[in-house]
């Protein structure tokens, strides 16, 4: 399996936005009318306090059309979970090919160990964050690499076995299993053992007439979880969704009254 590592893409460019405003401004203070753009720059010096309520009003705007975009940008978690809410639960004898869930144990065939607690494991979610602190002096933690490994694995249900090739799999609400913190940096990991009952969503191939289970092609999804933790997902996800879809109809009507 790869490896990941951060790139805060996001955070450079509103401070690359940052940087160039400020440069800008700079220089306008000491070059004026020969700097280009300079009528608006004027316009903007003469109203301030008319600018300045309108930024008042199109900040949280903004800042709500910047966390909409986060929370509905795809990734192969949502993916997964949109799938899961939809797909039924096949057996693995009659598993049919295409996109599929399953459920069952998970069994072992060639243990890795894990980094942090050196555990044996059929895979793992790792990561490594810097260890800082606010002007509280509360911790606080950035990513600097992130990393998953899973060697091939086999599922078990009452109706039969099926392998799976864990190439780009995502190991999805699932909590960490070991944490360790030195030298300035914060170890997690993330196991999946021998035994675990665990569902996963992935597409069902053959071959040499054998069924296996990989990734999904089309969908770009496969992805495992805790039994449980699904069945606590799905009972409180459409709450969520509706505590989410509440709180955005009640901002927009807050804008809109700033605005009138």
């Given amino acids: 399996m790869g490896i990941k590592k951060e790139r805060p893409y996001i ?8 940087a160039v405003c400020f440069i800008y401004f700079i220089l306008w203070v000491i070059f004026k009318d020969k700097m280009p753009l300079h009528e608006y720059a004027y316009e903007i ?39 899961q809410s939809s797909l039924p639960t096949s057996k693995i004898h009659s598993v049919a090919k295409g996109v599929v869930e ?3 144990s998970l069994i072992m065939k060639n243990p890795l160990s894990s980094p ?17 602190r606010d002007s509280d002096g509360k911790e606080t933690y950035s990513t ?9 694995f086999q599922m078990k249900d009452d109706t039969g076995i099926i392998e799976v090739e864990p190439e780009g799999i995502e190991l999805v609400l699932l909590g960490e299993t070991n944490i360790s ?4 940096k914060r170890y997690k990991e993330t196991l999946i053992k021998d035994g675990q009952k665990m569902l996963l969503v992935g597409y069902a191939d053959s071959k040499n007439g054998t069924p296996f289970i990989r990734k999904d092609d089309y969908y770009k999804v496969l992805g495992i979880t805790s039994s449980s ?24 009507i807050i804008i809109y009254i700033l605005i009138q």
């Fill in 181 to 184: 913190s030195h030298g300035g």
């Fill in 45 to 83: 010096a003469n109203n301030y306090d008319s600018y300045a309520e309108k930024a008042i009003i199109l900040i949280p705007l903004l800042f709500f059309i910047f966390i909409f975009i986060i929370v509905m940008k795809p990734n192969a978690a949502k993916r997964f979970l949109r799938l």
């Fill in 116 to 132: 942090v607690k050196n555990e044996e494991c059929i895979g793992y979610y790792y990561t490594i964050e810097n260890i800082g």
């Fill in 229 to 252: 933790g699904i069945s606590v997902w799905n009972k409180y996800q459409p709450l969520l969704r509706s505590f989410m879809f509440t709180c955005s109809i009640i901002l927009l």
């Fill in 102 to 104: 399953i459920e069952g």
């Fill in 144 to 152: 600097i690499h992130r990393e998953t490994q899973c060697n091939i």
């Fill in 11 to 18: 955070a450079y460019i509103i401070l690359g936005i940052i």
